[in-house]
């Protein structure tokens, strides 16, 4: 099992910047990939973006790309994603999680471990 625990999220005016962390625990050496997904209000979880684990593969949602970056520190077990250039529409409750398999998947049915999520509020 790995557990993930995200955290950074909060309150942020349009146009500003926040760095979301996710702290990993546990079988650590299982994990292929690290993604961030996000849920807006009333919405269904999408993807943001994904990074391969041993190397530095990554992807992103068109929506974000060109905005924010993610990032892993091995040495750490953590990843990060890095937000810039924020928009109302980016207000979500934002979820770290883990992938076993090969692949830069985009699906959340193809994560197999999650964080708890945090909530990112951004204001116009």
């Known amino acids: 099992q790995v557990q993930l625990v995200e955290s950074g999220g909060g309150l942020v005016q349009a146009g500003g910047s926040l760095r979301l962390s996710c702290a990993a625990s546990g079988r650590t050496g299982s994990v292929y990939a690290m993604g961030w997904f996000r849920q807006p209000p009333g919405k269904e979880r999408e993807f943001v973006a994904v990074i391969s684990w041993g190397g530095p593969s990554t992807r992103y949602a068109d929506s974000v790309k060109g905005r924010f970056t993610i990032s892993r520190d091995n040495a750490k077990n953590s990843g990060t994603l890095q937000m810039n250039s924020l928009k109302p529409e980016d207000t979500a409750v934002y979820y770290c999680?883990?992938?076993?398999?090969?692949?830069?998947?985009?699906?959340?049915?193809?994560?197999?471990?999650w964080g708890q999520g945090t909530q990112v509020t951004v204001s116009s």
């Open positions: 999680a883990a992938r076993r398999f090969a692949g830069l998947r985009t699906e959340s049915s193809e994560y197999d471990f």
